[in-house]
């Protein structure tokens, strides 16, 4: 971000960020979203903070957020609360092209509720990423990813599992799972094999490769102590050959 942020600066660009599974965490010592032109955040339900459905954008520049504010409403200069403490509370004015991109009260008052409970919901997320991070560490075909627990407020558990002779064992590693009533994610299938994608396909092995051995593990705050046992057994089970 430093060295983006730079060149930005340099050559009066902006800086866009894509923070919408960063709400939470850290750069550096400082708040994602809190630095940079402009970042954006997503509040649907597999966020940790989510509003039902929505999202944010945040932003040091009131020109700009003057002009987001009439955009996210159709182009209109006054929201309806707004109107509604005006004397002409039946005026308003449409003042640029506008899209309907404002998020509704009720999942805004979700989102109020669950943020008073965030650094809650964070610690325990925490605490059961490395509880799997310590639990699996060690057992064969299975790669883990670095994380600074510091900085990051985990949304989702991945991990790698792959076979030594690169034989694909993910989709089966799915299916037992299932069996066993644990249901098992994947983040993310990539863009270029995408059929909206197709006409800008080239070959990219690692991504390929990588893709067929990533799955995300259950992560969430009500999580109990049973449930976590029993997908972590379930997983070395399985790499053990004992769950065929």
Known sequence: MDRLLEIGKKKKIRIVEDAAHAFGSLYKGKKIGGFGDVACFS?????????GEGGCVT??????AGILR????????RDTWMRYKNKRSWFYEVVTEGYRYHMSNINASIGLA??????????KK???VKEYDGFFRGIKGI????RNYIESAPFNYTIKIFDPNRKNIRDGFIHYMAKRGISIGI???????QPFFRKFRKKLPVTERVWKEIVSLPLYYDMTKAELKKVRYSVKRFMEGKGK
């Open 43 to 51: 509040f649907d339900p597999i966020k940790n903070l989510t509003c």
């Open 59 to 64: 932003l040091n520049d009131a020109r700009l």
């Open 70 to 77: 009439k955009k996210r409403l159709l182009g209109i200069t």
């Open 114 to 123: 669950q943020f008073k409970k965030f650094e809650k919901f964070i610690e």
């Open 126 to 128: 925490k605490y059961i």
């Open 143 to 146: 790669g883990l990813l670095r």
């Open 187 to 193: 983040n993310y299938i990539p863009n270029h094999i």
